[in-house]
Nanobody, 134 residues
Framework: QVHLVESGGDLVQPGGSLRLSCAAS????????IGWFRQAPGKEREAVSE????????YYADFVQGRFTVSRTSGENTVYLQMNNLQPEDTAVYYC???????????????????????????WGQGTQVTVSS
């Protein structure tokens, strides 16, 4: 059974930064891509970013606008989401999940400009709260 654990959420002021971590059980990151999603109060969960580690393909939602970076340190079973210039509208619970599509297929879809769909992901973590407020 795959198990993901998010951490790193906190209360920060507008303009601040946070680094979220998604720790995976076992060496699954060598075989599957990991996506980041978020859910703000009263809103549906939305895709934020994804890393396809097989070839380094990355996905970012339009609202990221260059502020976030998804990465993985080689050999580690952890994916990171570095978030800079955080704004109040970034307040949400952030989740990571395993992409059920093969990495090659996901990378191809990202290159075609397709957005991530929640239905393609499984083994969701419990989430980590990010609050941006002055």
């Amino acid at each position: 059974q795959v198990h993901l654990v998010e951490s790193g959420g906190d209360l920060v002021q507008p303009g601040g930064s946070l680094r979220l971590s998604c720790a995976a059980s076992g060496a699954i990151l060598d075989f599957t891509a990991i996506g980041w999603f978020r859910q703000a109060p009263g809103k549906e969960r939305e895709a934020v970013s994804e890393l396809v580690s097989s070839d380094g393909t990355t996905y970012y939602a339009d609202f990221v606008q260059g502020r976030f970076t998804v990465s993985r340190t080689s050999g580690e079973n952890t994916v990171y989401l570095q978030m800079n210039n955080l704004q109040p509208e970034d307040t949400a619970v952030y989740y990571c999940a395993v992409d059920r599509l093969p990495m090659s297929a996901r990378a191809a879809r990202i290159r075609l400009g397709e957005d991530l769909e929640e239905k393609d992901f499984a083994f969701w973590g419990q989430g980590t709260q990010v609050t941006v407020s002055s």
